[in-house]
């Protein structure tokens, strides 16, 4: 049973970084990639980085240069790097692995850019 497991959001000023962390606490699936979105209050789910098992990447325009996504897919880990935060970049954030367009998704974790 698959369980993604997301952490590593909080508080920051602006400028700042935080880096995320995403795990399987269950058995190891076959994701095909594993990505990161956001949810900020009263707006939809958005993608924000995404990893493939190749190694290739894809981000949010507004993100470019200041995250960073890396992991190993094939331990159903992922990680998103975030630099020079801003108070846009508040969301709550969601793990998400997917295969075969079935979507999995963690909790979430909230991160908070505010002085």
């Known amino acids: 049973q698959v369980q993604l497991v997301d952490s590593g959001g909080g508080l920051v000023q602006p400028g700042g970084s935080l880096r995320l962390s995403c795990a399987n606490s269950g058995s190891l699936f076959y994701f095909s990639t594993m990505g990161w979105y956001r949810q900020a209050p009263g707006k939809q789910r958005d993608l924000v980085a995404s990893i493939t098992r190749g190694g290739s990447t894809n981000y949010k325009d507004s993100v470019k240069d200041r995250f960073t996504i890396y992991g190993d897919i094939a331990k159903n880990t992922v990680y998103l790097q975030m630099n020079s935060l801003n108070p846009e970049d508040t969301a709550i954030y969601y793990c998400?692995?997917?295969?075969?367009?079935?979507?999995?998704w963690g909790q979430g974790t909230q991160v908070t850019v505010s002085s």
């Open positions: 998400n692995g997917r295969f075969a367009g079935r979507d999995y």
